[in-house]
């Protein structure tokens, strides 16, 4: 069996949304990897989120084909079907105060509207692929498959083992962040799921960004970087911002999140709150040296009001769910 993959392309999407990076294709021939490749090599534009045309061609070429239709299956990375549900916010609203739960329920909405209004769907990306490549493919050729799936098959079907608990901690897939997933043989079953905002790749994403880098890109700088820090300096600082429950499920400020989202999809940087920025300093701007600072210090006042903030929300969540979440860092007891 001939199994053609392709990610990015989520052309005509609105910016609002995120519209992929990094487009590429991969072909695997019985079960082996014959090649995998990105856009970006070919269009030299770097982390081209354009159809990957080049690169599908790259891939035929490499398993000896002559065109797309004579693939047997065309994999999409995304579901569009389960894009916007509304457990994103029942999910998270525990950690919202009631602006951010309108705000979210806003976006939820306008968003399936605008998906049904343009027939935004997994048609509409089959379309893409038709209109490009100039084929018409067949029923059960072509196939969206969810995000994380894609993720943990990538993986595990490529590992020596036979079975596997796959953890996934993404940005965002479609509306989920991490996945919780057995995978045995060829099946895959999902056990848990955390829904955006509550996204610890978006906290790195404005990690990355908070330290000059360019979110979505610049990741691997910062995971390059991290050793030469200390991390005992801002260990207090990102408890504050994830809760670790006793089940293993996390919890990150999902208001601090939404907020940041907000501006760096309006002005192309994340804009960090004064509370923020009092305790670590200001964000550091692109080709300032990169450089060790002491210690993450709030001046009271801000201390005060960043606890506040963290306060109650944590004991929101608690009250909500009925159960004990993490306590208060010891340095703020
Ligand atoms: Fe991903």
């Given at each position: 069996m001939i199994v053609l993959g392709y990610n990015g392309?989520?052309?005509?999407?609105?910016?609002l949304t995120g519209t992929g990076h990094d487009s590429s294709a991969a072909i695997v021939v019985d079960g082996e990897l014959v090649a995998a490749c990105e856009e970006e090599r070919f269009n030299?534009?770097?982390?081209s989120a354009k159809f990957p045309k080049q690169a599908m061609a790259f891939c035929l070429k490499q398993a000896g084909l002559k065109s797309i239709v004579e693939v047997d299956l065309v994999t999409f990375y995304?579901?569009?079907?389960?894009?916007?549900?509304q457990d994103m916010l029942t999910q998270n609203r525990?950690?919202?105060?009631v602006l951010e739960k309108l705000g979210t329920w806003g976006v939820l909405r306008t968003m399936r509207a605008f998906n049904k209004f343009t027939r935004y769907n997994d048609d509409h990306i089959k379309k893409i692929l038709e209109r490009n490549m100039g084929v018409t493919m067949g029923d059960g050729k072509w196939r969206a498959v969810p995000h994380h799936l894609c993720h943990v098959a990538s993986t595990f079907y490529d590992?020596?083992?036979?079975e596997a608990l796959c953890v996934t901690l993404d940005g965002s897939g479609e509306c989920s962040s991490s996945q919780v997933c057995v995978a045995k043989g060829t099946d895959i079953k999902t056990l848990h799921e955390v829904l955006v905002p509550n996204s610890l790749g978006f906290l790195y994403l404005f990690t990355t960004n908070f330290l000059g880098f360019t979110p979505n890109s610049d990741e691997y700088k910062v995971m390059g970087l991290a050793?030469?820090?200390?991390?005992a300096v801002y260990r207090e600082f990102f408890r504050s911002l994830v809760k670790l429950h006793d089940d293993g499920r996390y919890e990150v400020d999902q208001g601090l999140m939404v907020q940041l989202l907000a501006t760096l999809r309006k002005h192309g940087v994340a804009l960090f709150p004064p509370a923020l920025t009092a305790g670590l300093g200001p964000a550091r701007k692109e080709g300032e040296p990169v450089e060790q600072r002491a210690t993450w210090t709030l001046p009271p006042r801000c201390r005060n009001a960043w606890r506040r903030r963290c306060s109650t929300r944590w004991s929101a969540s608690r009250s909500r769910r009925g159960r004990t979440i993490c306590a208060w860092p010891a340095v703020w007891r």
């Open positions: 392309a989520l052309l005509g999407y609105p910016e030299r534009e770097k982390h995304w579901s569009c079907g389960l894009m916007f549900r525990a950690g919202m105060n590992s020596p083992h036979e050793p030469y820090g200390n991390r």
